[in-house]
Every structure is written in structure tokens, then in C-alpha cells.
């Protein structure tokens, strides 16, 4: 392999991109996109303890899906478009190996991913002069985005490498992806409420003077476990960016921005719902704050991320194998020249 080779492809496949109207069409509409959510964020967030901090992860959040929406159909034909119109085999027979063909569309499909980045970068700029955001949640929700673009990069050259047909490519990519953000909510949506147990949950009762509180009610009542089936979020994109940034909190131990109100939500659904007791005569709020519902659950970005990565490899790994030439076995109807 070669640098240089890696260099030129990138570069052709980036080229036909950058002659596209269309492609300019599309990072204007994301920009104006990016100013309306800008503004409704600052909106919601003026009243907050760091407002700058809440607008920097929503335009965050809003990079990544249109990465999720956009990328697909940019990366799910790198390979078999170039093969359905006869320009792969060409490259082929020249110095160039399938590793700086693979590795190449590979960096114009990331290139065209950290575009809408780039895009997002005044925004982000922006949400800083609200003040609030910690440097060390900015450096990692930036490094982890950058790796969901690497990912859902990969994933679409690799099923554009074994997929014959461009337009099932693009289509299954969709769906790769889309089970990544939609079908893990509906497993653990489904799976939680599908498993159910009985929970009891104990309380002080109440007099015309309030709580008595040398005296305690229970009652039973059936609830979904979703305590269970947490795990189907871990690979989750938007779980995994919130779950990897550190969390910063307010007044009262609530998270300040949306990658913490995420993060809280999923580390709630960790906790059994077996056992509730609310005392109204201790000290204190009733129930655990975010904080320490946050600082007693266990992260799981690491274990969603390998799983994202153990997908996009395999695919990868698979169009490598077959644009590997010379080509023992290919599809009926594929066009070498």
C-alpha cells in the first residue's frame, strides 16, 4: 500500500463530489439547519446553568444525525458504483492494490462525513460564548463523533464492496444503520416491556399533620424490566456519545446538557424497579439525585463502541476480500469492464 496511491483515490472520489451541485446544495441546507437549531437552543438553554455547554450538545447531537442520514447514501456505492460503471476495473490494472482502493474510498467517505463538521464549526464556536462547557467534554464528544463518522463510513463502503448492486448497497447500509439507532430503541423498548415482574413499593402514610413517620405502607403492582434489557443501547451512536462525554451537573445534581440528560436517562433504566421506597421524613430529596444515580450505574459506551467497530471491520474486512483481484468468483451480471 501507499500513501500516495490512498492520496490519489481519495482524491478522485472526492472530486466527483465536489462537481455536484448537489453536494453544495446539501451543506447549505445543513448550515441553515444548524442556525435554527443554534437558536432554539439558545432559547431553551438561557435560563440553565451553563447555556453554552447545552447548545454545544445539541449541535453536536444534530452533526451526528445527519451523519447517520446522509453518509449512507455517500459511502453505500464507493465500490460497486465505480464497478457498475466499468471505472473500478481500470483502477485495477494499474500500480494501484485493493488495500489503497479500499483505504481510499474509505478516507473520501470520512472526508465527506467531517464536512458537515466543519460545517458545525461556527455553531460550535457559537455555543461557547454562553460559557459553561468544560474542555474535556468538548475534546471527547468531538473525538467520539469523529469515530461514528470513521464507523458509519466503513460500514457503507463495506457493504458497497459486497453488495453487487448499488442501489441494495445504499439500502442495506440504511438498514445496518438504522438498526444501530432505531432497532436498538425498539429492542429494549419491546424487550423491557415484554419481561415484567412484580415490584413492592413502601411509603410513609399520611395524617391531616402530614407523614407519619413511625409507620410504613407497601403495596405490589406489576412493572416492565427494563432493567434487563439496558444493554440492547450500549451500541446505540447516540448512547455511545453521550455515555464516553463526562457529565457535567448543576444546581441540584441535573445535568447541564443533553449528553448528560441521555446519559441519565439510560443509567436509570440499569436500576431495578423491584423495590421503591419513598421516605418523606428523611432528610433530603425522596429519591437519588441524577448524580448519584449516574456515579452508581456502569458506563457501557466502551462495550457499544466495540460492537460498532467488530460490525463496520467485518464488513470492511469482506470488501476487501472481495475486490481483491484477480477475482476467484464474483456475482452473476457484475461488469469488470
Request: charged share 10%.
Amino acid at each position: 500500500m501507499s500513501i500516495a496511491h490512498i492520496g490519489t483515490i481519495a482524491r478522485l472520489e472526492l472530486t466527483q463530489r465536489l462537481r455536484s451541485v448537489g453536494w453544495y446544495v446539501l451543506l447549505g441546507v445543513f448550515a441553515v439547519v444548524l442556525l435554527g437549531v443554534t437558536a432554539l437552543s439558545s432559547a431553551v438553554y438561557s435560563y440553565g446553568d451553563a447555556p453554552g455547554a447545552g447548545i454545544f450538545s445539541i449541535v453536536v447531537n444534530m452533526v451526528l444525525l445527519l451523519v447517520v442520514l446522509v453518509s449512507p447514501t455517500l459511502s453505500g456505492n464507493a465500490i460497486n458504483g465505480d464497478r457498475e460503471s466499468a471505472t473500478l476495473a481500470a483502477i485495477q490494472v494499474t500500480a494501484v492494490s485493493t488495500g489503497d482502493i479500499m483505504l481510499g474510498k474509505l478516507v473520501a467517505a470520512i472526508a465527506t462525513g467531517g464536512a458537515f463538521l466543519l460545517v458545525a464549526l461556527p455553531f460550535l464556536a457559537f455555543s461557547l460564548l454562553g460559557g459553561g462547557a468544560d474542555p474535556l467534554v468538548l475534546l471527547i464528544s468531538i473525538l467520539v463523533l469523529a469515530a461514528e463518522i470513521v464507523i458509519v463510513a466503513a460500514i457503507g463502503v463495506g457493504l458497497s464492496g459486497l453488495i453487487a448492486r448499488p442501489l441494495f448497497s445504499v439500502a442495506t447500509t440504511y438498514l445496518v444503520v438504522a438498526g444501530l439507532v432505531i432497532g436498538t430503541l425498539i429492542v429494549f423498548a419491546l424487550g423491557g416491556l415484554a419481561v415484567r415482574g412484580e415490584a413492592t413499593n413502601y411509603s410513609r402514610p399520611y395524617d391531616e399533620n402530614g407523614p407519619i413517620c413511625d409507620q410504613w405502607e407497601e403495596y405490589t403492582y406489576e412493572v416492565p424490566r427494563f432493567d434487563l434489557v439496558w444493554w440492547a443501547l450500549a451500541a446505540n451512536p447516540f448512547v455511545v456519545l453521550a455515555d464516553a462525554t463526562p457529565t457535567e451537573y448543576g444546581s441540584g445534581g441535573y445535568p447541564v446538557d443533553l449528553f448528560g440528560q441521555i446519559k441519565y436517562g439510560v443509567r436509570s433504566a440499569q436500576l431495578s424497579p423491584l423495590e421503591q421506597r419513598w421516605d418523606d421524613c428523611a432528610a433530603g430529596s425522596p429519591g437519588p439525585t441524577p448524580r448519584e444515580v449516574i456515579d452508581s450505574t456502569v458506563p457501557s459506551w466502551f462495550v457499544g463502541l466495540g460492537v460498532q467497530v467488530v460490525i463496520a471491520g467485518s464488513l470492511f474486512a469482506g470488501a476487501w476480500s472481495r475486490t481483491r483481484t484477480p477475482a476467484r468468483m464474483l456475482p452473476p451480471g457484475t461488469r469488470i469492464a
